[in-house]
């Protein structure tokens, strides 16, 4: 009899592949993910990232699969190849539901079939149908995606799993992504930089770094330790002598070329009196650690305060509760009482509806001559992220509009609301 890595009723979908359970079909269970393999390009500012993942299917019968996993929201799929016994199906682009009935009309005549699409802006579906038993399948995506600087650094961003996300009453739910690998993760990273590599680092994980010493331009990145858990993002650092400089990279392609212009703006702003306020993620997923962080990082915040200013402090989960009934002056006996309220902050809120919080803020009225600026600090575990983002921008493009960044806390962290909201 087989042993199926059973998916609880009760909770997310938690597996890089899943299926339903042959004559069960309201249960579902996991194929094990084998190994991961990650191969990227880097050339200045943009990356091409190629992920191999191996599955194994434990059924005694064909299988319908499904596989969910990460990307940077800014990424373009560029390749999709799937081999099962030697035979190797490669993906093409078409419109999406034309996509879906040619999948659905394969799948019903027995063939080997596969669907990529898109779950939300950084989560991505691969539809595997008829999966043999016993079998082995080698999935390969390849995606290009634009880097970004990190306080003057260039930052190569590798998600590795969707952690599982709150859905509130209606909304679609955003499966999770297995976090185990039986063989781990290896990952290799070539970098081809404009100027002088000085420094590699990461965050994230132990690495090793070999810099070409003659010009310094390149250098070759592996993980140190093939960690067999998925649970948080790989992140390297590059620092070199003119990360901040104007530069043009030109590719040529039989007879084409290709431009990129890479520039750091430089701005003077004038000082403005502002009114912050800071929502804090008091959900069941920040417990631990994570609520910890907050409450230092609140600690933080409020020891950097201007002089003249209104603040306040909402926390939220399945309801809100505000710290003070409308934003106060900054004050020794509001910051005090502020201070006080980050050193106790608690993930008892229950689930992370953060639409009602920052509908309510945005809905309030605004004191005279003062910016309103909203700071949202959570794990991003929720599954209504569209909604947000446009009530986020509803009340940003308005005349006399808000200004919301997004601070992510943890692992898995959903970076489509997180950078999109920093973007208002």
């Known amino acids: 009899m087989v042993q ?4 609880p009723e009760n909770q997310p979908l938690c597996c890089g592949l899943y299926f339903v359970i042959p004559d069960e079909p309201q249960s579902k ?3 094990s993910l084998q190994k991961v393999k990650v191969s990227a390009n880097v050339v200045d500012l943009v990356s091409e990232v190629t992920v191999c993942q191996t599955f194994y299917n434990p059924s005694e019968s064909v299988v319908d699969g499904t596989y969910v996993f990460p990307l940077d929201e800014k990424s373009a799929v560029c390749e999709f190849q799937a081999e099962i016994d030697g035979r190797v199906v490669k993906g093409i682009v078409k419109e999406k539901d034309e996509a879906k009935k040619e999948y659905d009309s394969a799948k019903s005549e027995g063939k080997a079939a596969y669907l990529l699409s898109q779950n939300k802006a950084d989560v991505f ?5 008829n999966l043999p038993p016993h079998t082995l399948v080698d999935i390969k995506i390849s995606y290009l995606t634009e880097l970004k600087l990190d306080f003057g650094d260039v930052r190569f961003l590798l998600p590795t799993h969707v952690a599982p996300r709150y859905t509130p009453s209606g909304e679609e739910h955003v499966p999770a992504t297995n976090k185990t690998s039986e063989r781990g993760l290896e990952v290799n990273v070539n970098f081809q930089m404009q100027s002088k590599i000085t420094k590699v680092s990461s965050p994230s994980h132990a690495i090793k770094a070999d810099v070409e010493q003659e010009e310094q331009l390149t250098a ?4 140190i330790n093939q960690s067999s858990e998925l649970d948080k993002d790989v992140i390297f650092h590059v620092t070199t002598e003119k990360t901040s400089e104007a530069r043009v990279c030109l590719e040529t392609h039989e007879k084409s070329r290709a431009l990129m212009i890479s520039f750091v703006p430089e701005f003077e702003l004038d000082d403005e009196k502002c009114e912050l306020v800071f929502v804090i993620d008091r959900s069941g997923s920040m417990s631990g650690q994570r609520i910890e962080q907050a409450g230092q990082a609140m600690q933080l915040f409020l020891r950097s305060l201007p002089m003249d200013c209104y603040f306040n402090i909402v926390g939220f989960g399945s309801s809100y509760k ?8 900054l004050g020794r006996e509001t910051l005090q009482t502020a201070s006080e309220h980050a050193k106790t902050l608690s993930a008892d809120l229950g689930g992370t509806q953060l639409f009602e919080p920052l509908d309510s803020i945005y809905s309030s009225p605004k004191i005279p001559e003062y910016a309103r600026q909203v700071f949202v600090l959570t794990d991003g575990q929720i599954s209504n992220t569209e909604n947000v983002l446009k009530l986020v921008q509803k009340n940003t493009n308005d005349a ?18 997180v950078e999109d909201s920093l973007l208002t």
């Open 4 to 7: 199926y890595i059973r998916v």
């Open 29 to 31: 269970a996991y194929c």
């Open 125 to 129: 579906e691969i539809s595997v149908g």
């Open 220 to 223: 070759k990145v592996t993980l």
């Open 322 to 329: 505000k710290l003070f009934p409308s934003s106060v002056k």
């Open 400 to 417: 006399d509009g808000s200004r919301t960044f997004a601070l992510g806390i943890g692992s898995g962290v959903s970076h489509h609301l």
